[in-house]
């Protein structure tokens, strides 16, 4: 028992930490027209490749969808890896910041203060041993400050 809540903590913990890396990741690829012009606007093809470059390096896992991972032979997780949102809040639509957003699927409420990547994504924790799997749900969300 003890051993499969050490690997929760660290499926968790992993999971999170990929996922902050990979919208921070994302979150680079900016339209360079649009930045001249003073505005922020995510080349949204580039960013996903970026997301999904850095979530395949740091998990340890492959895709060939997109949105789904599956492990590799040396991973660490065992079940598939998947990005269940991932949204781009940019200038493109002429918001004004700060706005509250919020997303009730995953109850993700959030001050939003500039264009920004939102992602969720999840898997089951890993387990060696007897034992029921729970289900590993992260979000991370990277902004530019306006």
């Known amino acids: 028992m003890q051993y499969n809540l050490d690997a929760d903590k660290t499926a968790t913990r992993q999971l999170k930490n ?3 890396i990979a919208v921070h990741d994302a979150a680079l690829a900016i ?9 922020i606007v995510f080349d949204e093809t580039l ?3 970026y ?3 850095s979530l395949e390096r740091n998990l340890n896992a492959k895709t060939t969808n997109g949105f789904v991972f599956k492990p590799v032979e040396n991973s660490f997780y065992k079940s598939d890896i998947i990005i269940e949102h991932l949204e781009f809040i940019d200038d493109s639509d002429g918001r004004a910041y700060p706005f509250n ?8 409420v959030e001050t939003i203060d500039g ?4 992602a969720v994504i999840s898997t ?9 799997s729970i ?4 979000g991370a969300v990277y902004e530019y400050l306006k």
């Open 18 to 20: 990929a996922l902050e």
């Open 115 to 118: 264009p920004c990547v939102i």
């Open 51 to 53: 997301l999904i470059d």
């Open 135 to 138: 289900k590993i749900r992260q």
């Open 124 to 132: 089951d924790s890993p387990r060696w041993f007897r034992g029921d």
């Open 47 to 49: 960013a996903k490749q």
């Open 31 to 39: 339209d360079s027209h649009e930045i001249a012009e003073g505005r």
């Open 101 to 108: 957003y919020s997303y009730s699927t995953y109850h993700i």
